[in-house]
């Protein structure tokens, strides 16, 4: 009593008070069995014997009631038989015969029956567990009875009562302390952290398929472009005109370029899960990322008749290339769009061991961090840097620079972090959105599961286990492992669809925690069969003969992502040869 006691207090799950009221029941049942003929007062028809009886029907019986069933109107019916049930417990009281108690108990276990009847939406599992406990209490009771009543005390031996009552309670506690002790081994899934949005998931994907439509579109215009300013170039006699096609061809090639560079961008930052907003670092050439740059740039200097000076490096640093490129464009961009007389020095020096990239122009300068006010564009472009800065842990700054007392132009500097300081944050703890991203892979039967696991994109999961089909099986392997986020259940006969939906409501059902269940399934008789994104599943159709495209969508829903502990990689085993040291002068001083 006092193991179902505390659930029945203390837990606040709903499920979990109900077990625990249905083990007070059995337990108070006890005392009728067990105490027959040892006090006088629990003698049938006395009040105690009543007061027993009623009170273990009410507790027993309220463990069937307020289940998730979802349809007010089968709630509130399911209270009329409970209603009836509890009558006939307090009717005991009021006869000694066996026959009438039989008869009473008989209706209890109807009414019990009744109100299972109203389980509309659970798995069968749980319908098959209601029944076993009413079917079984009732028979306890009724066994009781009879066998202790003078009519038909010859027929039935109450050893057989006590058996079955010892069952009844056994099995009733044991399912009260494991589905309590599985709500505990589950309640990994309840972390926010491991949780899997199928909201956001069901826009990320959309999103990614509108940005890859848009993106297959926007190539087309460009390389029509590119052809156009090729085919310009080669036809025209003037030398103005074909250094115009080719400012046109060389600007295409670098809108072409940011273009797709930023369509990469989008598409990992509407993707699910996400990763941590950290750049990889890896060691890198400086003038791989300064010497197109300038080539790019040094036609719209001549344009503009302005001088572009830089004179290439050997330099290494630890950085990532494509983040310290946008930072570099930016910079220049605006040293040469904002410079109307004069020329744009790129170069590296040395700053208390630190490299240091330096891009000096003799433009109208800056106020207060910002392009002069008769020059724009200067605001959006300083977020994206100090973004992209905070990213490579470089530090950027843009600042005036003089001559003589008087306004030379403006200074552009990024300040490039030491090894040091990237091998500290490499042995940082890192606070990732998933940790370990786990899949359950499930199969109908032996063959599928080796075809699915030979052909299930995986390159977006960290760790992914197989097994044969079986939703009880995969709570098991919960129960034992620890929830996992994701579970794939594959389906590659049309007519196992409907039992492979079913698995997955059941296993939904079974965990206290609702993982993100996935259905992948032979969709050869549908019609256009499309991904839907339903409450309990997310349903992939697989046509034959187009499998790995089909199962493409797993990579679009879990892209792989970058593991943190191999984000920064060390510098290798030759990097102090590669690296040239700077001098203390730098090349900007002529």
């Not at 009021?94 to 108990?105: D, E, M, P, R």
Request: one cysteine or more; glycine letters at 6%.
């Amino acid at each position: 009593m006092g193991v179902a006691l505390y659930p029945f207090f203390a837990n606040h799950l709903p499920n979990q008070r109900q077990n625990a009221a249905a083990v007070i029941g059995v337990v108070l049942l006890g005392f009728v069995i067990l105490g027959y003929d040892t006090r006088q007062e629990l003698h049938h028809g006395t009040p105690v014997h009543a007061a027993l009886q009623t009170a273990s029907f009410l507790f027993f019986g309220s463990a069937f009631l307020g289940r998730k069933r979802g349809v007010v109107a089968a709630e509130r019916s399911a209270l009329v038989p409970f209603l009836i049930g509890s009558v006939t417990a307090i009717a005991n009281m009021f006869t000694t015969s066996g026959l009438v108690y039989v008869a009473f108990i008989c209706i209890q276990a109807l009414c019990l029956l009744a109100i299972t009847k109203t389980y509309s939406n659970l798995p069968k599992i749980n319908l098959i567990k209601a029944v076993y406990f009413s079917l079984l209490y009732c028979l306890v009771n009724g066994l009781f009875h009879a066998s202790t009543s003078p009519d038909l005390a010859l027929i039935i031996d109450f050893k057989i009562t006590e058996v079955l009552f010892y069952m009844l309670l056994g099995t009733c506690v044991f399912h009260m302390v494991f589905q309590d002790f599985s709500r505990t081994r589950t309640k990994k899934g309840l972390d926010e952290h491991t949780k899997i949005d199928q909201d956001i998931m069901k826009l990320a994907f959309r999103g990614r398929r509108v940005l890859k439509d848009f993106r297959h579109d926007l190539r087309q215009p460009l390389s029509t472009l590119g052809i156009l300013a090729s085919v310009g170039k080669a036809i025209s006699k003037d030398p103005e005109v074909t250094a115009r096609y080719q400012h046109i061809q060389t600007a295409q090639k670098a809108l072409k370029n940011m273009l797709e560079d930023f369509f990469d961008q989008l598409g990992n930052a509407i993707r699910y899960p996400q990763d941590d907003n950290a750049a990889p670092m890896t060691l890198v050439r400086v003038h791989d990322i300064l010497g197109p740059l300038i080539e790019e740039y040094r036609m719209l200097a001549n344009v503009k008749d302005l001088q572009i000076r830089y004179v290439p490096s050997e330099v290494t640093v630890m950085s990532n290339k494509e983040a310290l490129a946008k930072i570099i464009r930016n910079g220049l961009d605006n040293a040469i769009k904002y410079t109307n007389k004069g020329g744009v020095v790129e170069g590296l020096r040395r700053r208390k061991g630190r490299v240091c990239i330096q891009i000096v122009d003799t433009g109208s300068g800056v106020e207060n961090n910002k392009v002069a006010a008769h020059n724009k564009g200067w605001g959006h472009g300083s977020s994206i840097v100090r973004d992209l800065s905070e990213q490579i842990l470089a530090k950027t700054e843009c600042r005036n620079r003089y001559y003589n007392g008087k306004l030379a132009g403006s200074v552009f500097e990024v300040i490039l972090p030491e090894e040091a300081e990237v091998s500290h944050r490499n042995k940082l703890p890192t606070f990732e959105t998933q940790a370990v991203f786990e899949a359950q892979v499930m199969a109908m039967n032996h063959d599928q599961l080796l075809e699915i696991q030979r052909r299930l994109p995986m390159q977006g999961f960290d760790k992914v286990e197989f097994s044969l089909n079986g939703a009880y099986r995969a709570y098991l392997s919960a129960l034992r492992k620890g929830m996992s986020p994701v579970y794939i259940l594959y389906a590659g006969d049309p007519a196992q669809k409907t039992h492979a939906v079913e698995q997955l409501k059941l296993l939904g059902s079974l965990l206290d925690y609702e993982p993100c269940c996935i259905l992948i399934y032979n969709a050869s008789l549908e019609n256009n069969p499309q991904v839907e994104f339903a409450r309990e599943m997310i349903r992939i159709p697989v046509i034959p003969g187009h499998t790995d495209v089909s199962l493409g969508v797993i990579s679009e829903l879990f892209p792989a992502r970058e593991k943190n502990q191999n984000a920064y990689n060390g510098p290798t085993e030759n990097a102090g040869n590669n690296t040239k040291t700077l001098g203390s002068n730098s090349l900007l001083t002529s």
